[in-house]
């Protein structure tokens, strides 16, 4: 089956931490560019952050210094580490496998912040 699945979201206080990820099963996960990205009430969904196959990272502004990106081919899986939690880091994410032919989306994991 080619999916992707996210785990580790939930509720926690502005401050704290949680560790998201995706397992991906199904494709050629090395070839893949993966990301995360997240979707706000009321928002476009947008870029939180990227890996290439080579390892070579990107962050959006919002998030740099504060969540990591980073991937485990042997595992197929890809994380985000996320500190510093704000409340407009509350949305939902995804993650996201990127090649020549693919562009395949998870359901979703919703990380709340609050207090």
């Known amino acids: 089956q080619v999916q992707l699945v996210e785990s580790g979201g939930g509720l926690v206080q502005p401050g704290g931490s949680l560790r998201l990820s995706c397992a991906a099963s199904?494709?050629?996960?090395?070839?893949?560019?993966m990301g995360w990205y997240r979707q706000a009430p009321g928002k476009q969904r947008e870029l939180v952050a990227t890996?290439?196959?080579?390892?070579?990272?990107n962050y959006a502004d919002s998030v740099k210094g504060r969540f990591t990106i980073s991937r485990d081919n042997a595992k197929n899986t890809v994380s985000l580490q996320m500190n510093s939690l704000k409340p407009e880091d509350t949305a939902v994410y995804y993650c996201?496998?990127?090649?020549?032919?693919?562009?395949?989306w998870g359901r979703g994991t919703q990380v709340t912040v609050s207090s």
């Open positions: 996201n496998a990127l090649d020549r032919y693919t562009n395949l």
């Open positions: 199904g494709i050629s996960f090395s070839l893949n560019v």
């Open positions: 890996i290439t196959t080579g390892g070579a990272t």
